[in-house]
């Protein structure tokens, strides 16, 4: 089904708190080597040659280009489980701490409560990137579905719809999509839960090459072929369950390999993990109802991993999938 073997995509960047360093933070990846600011090690571009253009993260703005020509935050919240008051107050809590990538479904039921968040909050509607998915029982009547969708927002257009998980008459509905990326109904279309052979087999249907594909990434499922596969297509990798998923968040926050490399670095077990992503160009949408896990989800620019400590995090993986899909 999946290739198992382990490709590993590892970014190392310059971040620090002197202007020199900030300068260099300021480089977005570079697709050749030898360029000056933040690039790939010499060692990982033998692996993996070029990361597409879509695929440059800017580490000053905490953003990324998609192939579609827009601009993401490279981290964001998940809503998933999140119901009314209490995902308007989760999400309330993200933007307020700097969040601007929420990650929404028709499937979770709180797009109405989402688009409150956004509506209240204050700030011009093209700060904030929404992002919500197509449900397979909703392929059929994928246009209507993509209006409903718009209503329940209520925040003008879709930034990023994806296609929820692979089912029938999905190339039927991201064809739905594509049409309403013309009718400027949303900017951006992609997928989740698609690997390989899923990719292989649904990009030639399609028009317009997906800008995201969003699958199960964290230490214990790492996905390493998938990844670099994606990225190689020029599409970005964004990551759920980036802290393990629900039943399987302690123990990998408590796994011994990273306790000890947050403690080298002064953070927290879960921001070790998600800069982990973002240094190998995944990114993420940890999701929580709690403030202060919400603030420290963002604190992920102001320290570095090494290249021994991303090899030793790269090393837990267990090819241990936490959902179904």
């Known amino acids: ?38 690039s790939l090690s010499t060692e990982m571009i033998a692996e993996t040659d ?23 935050p490279v981290y964001g919240i998940g809503t998933y489980s999140l119901l009314n ?3 308007v ?11 601007r990538l929420i990650d929404t479904a028709y499937i979770y039921h709180n797009e109405e409560s989402v688009g409150e968040a956004v509506r209240s909050f204050g700030i011009a509607r093209e700060e904030i990137f929404v992002t919500t998915k197509l449900y397979p029982n909703q392929f059929e009547n994928a246009e209507a579905a993509i209006d409903e969708a718009l209503d329940k927002l209520d925040i003008g257009y879709i930034d990023l719809m994806l296609l929820h998980h692979p089912g ?26 698609w690997y390989i052979e899923e990719l292989e087999e649904f990009l030639p249907q399609v028009s317009i090459t997906p800008a995201l594909v969003q699958n199960e990434i964290h230490p214990y499922y790492q996905e390493n072929d998938v990844i670099q ?14 802290l393990g998923g629900r039943g399987h968040t302690q123990e990998l926050l408590n796994d011994p390999v990273i306790a000890e490399i ?43 991993l090494t290249g021994a400590e991303m090899e030793q995090i790269n ?5 241990e999938k936490h959902d179904w899909y």
């Not at 290739?3 to 697709?31: D, P, Y």
């Not at 000053?60 to 020509?69: F, H």
């Not at 107050?89 to 969040?99: D, I, R, T």
């Not at 953070?267 to 940890?286: C, D, E, F, H, M």
């Open 168 to 193: 029938d008459k999905d190339a039927d509905a991201y064809h739905a999509m594509e049409k309403a990326v013309a009718e400027g109904k949303i900017r951006s279309i992609g997928l989740s839960n």
């Open 50 to 72: 070029e990361i597409p253009q879509a695929n440059h993260f800017n580490f000053e703005t905490k953003t990324v280009t998609l192939n579609s020509g827009y601009e993401m």
């Open 89 to 99: 107050n989760s999400v309330s809590a993200a933007l307020e701490n700097g969040v």
């Open 262 to 304: 947050a403690a080298a670095h002064r953070k927290s077990s879960a921001q070790v993990i998600l800069r982990w992503n973002l240094q190998k160009g995944v990114t993420v949408i940890p999701g929580s109802s709690n403030p202060d896990h919400i603030k420290e989800n963002t604190e992920l620019f102001d320290f570095e």
């Open 315 to 319: 090393a837990l993986n267990r090819n």
């Open 85 to 87: 008051e209490e995902c």
């Open 229 to 242: 596969y994606i990225q190689n297509s020029g599409i970005v990798v964004q990551g759920w369950y980036p």
């Open 1 to 38: 089904m999946r290739k198992l073997a382990a490709v590993f995509c590892t970014f190392l960047l310059s971040l620090g708190l002197s202007a020199c360093a900030a300068a260099r933070e300021n480089s977005v990846f570079e697709s050749q080597a030898g360029q000056a600011g933040t």
